[in-house]
Structures are given as structure tokens and as C-alpha cells.
């Protein structure tokens, strides 16, 4: 997955504005205007990396003619003390946007890593680990692009990317036959639209498979909950694919994994991401 550096632009951009980087007072009252800096980005922890693209943006919106060389690339593995970046320019520029740079490259570089360990986990497995939409707000891109720096295949990006009837669907459809709803979805999409359903229990399951939708969503299912929807469906609807969601953890992904469905999706990837450290030091 590539950024795209409009979206990049646009995001940075709001960010500098939220944070007053133009306005900064101390930096303003202490350093003069033409005074030049090195300095250099350190990760002070073990990470894979993500972000330097959004973090050069951030510099370089703040003053064009800043130099940002990096020493790595997103995807990189890379050890605690690892020098990642070289800025050298003007002194107020890299101060101003310091902050904002190591928030987008500490956030994007612990999704990352995160992915990284999750797929450590079910290595051997057939199964993929997808993110969700389970995204802050306008930082969708930014964040499964991150996803896809630890390894990740990204799932849909928005609402238009595919059809997922959930839970609150069919409460809104109560009364009508899981069947045609299913039927419906079909008739109200292009024929390469995948349809998928999120179920809860065996019984659904057992009505649903026989209707034979691309993806069935097993929700907060047990493993012997999920080994038998796989029998089922191997009975079935061998074609059907498998996606397991809802609690799943570094802790239980493998076993989760070994039940043999396909997918498994995994909220806290974007959503709850321990931050990397990574510090901005003048030379």
C-alpha cells in the first residue's frame, strides 16, 4: 500500500494548525530567524518503522528548504538507538515541527509493530490478519498504510468497499428472511462485490451457510464454536471463507488461527497501539 501525498499534505497540514506550529512563542522569543541546527531522530525502543514519509512532511511544510535524509525505510526492523532520520536547516522549523513529526512516527511505527508480532504469531498458519475501520477519524490512511509496513493485508477501506451485513442490519431488517437479505445485497451491488455477514451463534450460522455468502463474520465465537462452523462449512459451502473477530489478542490469536479460518480481523491494531518512542535530539 502507497500514501498518497496529497492526503499526506492535507492531514499534516491540519495537524500544524491544531498545534499552532506558526505560532510558536518559545521558540519565537529564544532562537533567531536565521539560525541553522542538526539534528537527528532516535528510536529509543526496538520497532519496525513506519511514517518517515509523514514526518518529512511535517518539516518540510514548516520550511521547504529543510533537509530530511532518512536512514532506514517504513518496514524497517530497527533496534533501540537507531538513528532513523538526519534534519539540518533552520533551528526554528525543527523545533516548531518536532513534536508533530514523532506523534505521526510514534503512532504509525506501533501499529506497525504491532502487526509485526500478531503475524509472528500464526506464522505456519494459512490464515491473514486484517486491520478494520477501527480508525481515529480522517487518520484511515496514515493508519492502514502503518498496517501494511508490519506485514498486514489491508481489509476494506470504507463503508464503499464491500457489503458487511452486522448485527444492527439485521435488527433494522427483523421480520425478514436471512435469505433475502442476502438476495437483496447481491441485487443491489455489482457482481464482483463481495458480501459478507457478521453471526453470533451456530444456529445463524447453520441457516446462513446454506445461502452460501462470500465471507461469514463469526463473532466472539469460542474455539469449539469456530471448529464447528468450519465443519459446517467444509460440508456446505467449501468456498465460503471464514473471518473471526471480536477479543482477539496476542495471547490467543494462534489458537484461533489453528481452528483454520481464513481470516481473523483485529481492532486493536489501529485502534489501541502501544506508541513508539522516539526522541528528536539537536547535535
Not at 511544510?61 to 535524509?69: E, G
Amino acid at each position: 500500500m502507497y500514501l498518497n501525498n496529497s492526503k499526506i499534505k492535507d492531514i499534516v497540514l491540519k495537524a500544524l494548525r491544531e498545534d499552532k506550529a506558526s505560532f510558536d512563542i518559545t521558540t519565537k522569543a529564544l532562537i533567531g530567524r536565521k539560525r541553522k541546527a542538526n539534528a537527528q531522530i532516535i528510536a529509543r525502543e526496538d520497532c519496525i518503522l513506519s511514517g518517515l514519509a509523514v514526518a518529512k512532511a511535517v518539516f518540510k511544510a514548516i520550511h521547504p528548504h529543510l533537509k530530511f535524509v532518512s536512514r532506514f525505510k517504513d518496514g524497517a526492523a530497527i533496534g533501540k538507538g537507531s538513528i532513523v532520520a538526519k534534519i539540518s536547516g533552520n533551528a526554528r522549523a525543527i523545533l516548531s515541527g518536532e513534536r508533530v513529526a514523532l506523534n505521526f512516527l510514534s503512532h504509525m511505527s506501533g501499529i506497525a509493530t504491532l502487526t509485526a508480532k500478531f503475524l509472528n504469531k500464526v506464522r505456519g498458519t494459512k490464515v491473514k490478519i486484517m486491520d478494520t475501520r477501527k480508525t481515529i477519524p480522517l487518520m484511515r490512511q496514515l493508519e492502514k498504510y502503518a498496517f501494511s509496513c508490519g506485514g498486514g493485508i489491508k481489509n476494506r477501506m470504507s463503508l464503499a468497499d464491500s457489503v458487511i451485513i452486522k448485527d444492527n442490519h439485521k435488527k433494522i431488517l427483523r421480520g425478514h428472511n436471512l435469505k433475502d437479505i442476502i438476495k437483496k445485497a447481491k441485487l443491489k451491488t455489482s457482481s464482483n462485490t463481495k458480501i459478507e455477514i457478521e453471526i453470533e451463534n451456530i444456529k445463524e450460522f447453520s441457516q446462513i451457510i446454506h445461502f452460501a455468502p462470500d465471507i461469514i463474520m463469526l463473532d466472539n465465537m469460542s474455539l469449539a464454536q469456530l471448529k464447528t462452523c468450519l465443519i459446517l462449512k467444509r460440508r456446505f459451502s467449501p468456498k465460503t471463507k471464514l473471518e473471526a473477530s471480536g477479543g482477539v489478542s496476542l495471547q490467543n490469536v494462534h489458537a484461533i488461527a489453528k481452528t483454520g479460518v481464513d481470516f481473523i480481523s483485529v481492532g486493536c491494531l489501529t485502534h489501541s497501539p502501544k506508541a513508539i518512542d522516539f526522541s528528536l535530539d539537536i547535535a
